[in-house]
């Protein structure tokens, strides 16, 4: 059984049930009824929240376990939640098929990170919009979440040049925010929030 699908079979949803603090206040941006696609949703709790808040969401994940509960949640919650298994290693959606991505804590090593990031963009269309929030090194020094391989983490200046050219950043920020997602994410950390517009 890999990884997630061992830490998303323990009891409760591992980030909580509410969706992140900061996918709350960006998604005021998305026009309604948009279609949206949430990768490495796990559990649901962006993705569903999405949905009630009248989006067409698409959840994709490599997680069977966390995509089954993302499903119970979403029956929970009286909504519809389209969901996929995939690896984000090499799926890419349709390109200029979306109004919105969204990704929150989505930690892949970078030999995956740049192919995926740029298919992702892709799947945008002009004028749609990435939400992405993150941990950044500088986590490394608290104990609040995340992966412990600075491989695995993002700084803002990282993601601008990623995405140079598909999207124009609105916001490129890192700072201290503290966290309270579920046993995961607890206490103060440091994170990364990226916010751009397809061009
Ligand atoms: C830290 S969890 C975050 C879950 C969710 N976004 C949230 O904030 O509650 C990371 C998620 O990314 C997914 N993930 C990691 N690598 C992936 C890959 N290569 N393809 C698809 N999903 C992946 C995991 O299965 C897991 O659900």
Aim: charged share 15%.
């Amino acid at each position: 059984m890999q990884m997630w699908d061992q830490r998303f079979s323990e009891a409760g949803f591992k980030y909580g049930t509410e969706p992140n603090a900061f996918l709350q206040e960006a998604a005021q941006r998305l026009a309604p009824a948009s279609e949206l696609l949430v990768p490495g949703d796990g559990e649901g709790r962006n993705g569903v929240w999405l949905a009630s808040q009248g989006h067409a969401v698409t959840s994709v994940d490599s997680s069977r376990v966390g995509l089954q509960k993302a499903q119970a949640l979403a029956a929970e919650k009286g909504v519809s939640l389209c969901t996929a298994l995939v690896d984000l290693a090499d799926w890419s959606p349709q390109p200029a098929s979306m109004d919105g991505v969204v990704l929150i804590y989505v930690h892949l090593p970078s030999a995956i990170r740049r192919r995926a990031h740029l298919a992702l963009a892709q799947g945008l269309k002009p004028g749609g919009w990435l939400i992405l929030e993150a941990f950044h090194p500088l986590q490394l020094q608290h104990h609040s979440g995340g992966p412990k391989d600075g491989d695995m983490l993002y700084t803002p200046e990282q993601l601008s040049a990623e995405f140079e050219g598909l999207l124009q950043p609105v916001l490129a920020w890192h700072g201290e925010t503290v966290l309270a997602e579920g046993p995961g994410h607890q206490g103060l950390a440091h994170v990364t929030r990226w916010l751009g517009q397809s061009i």
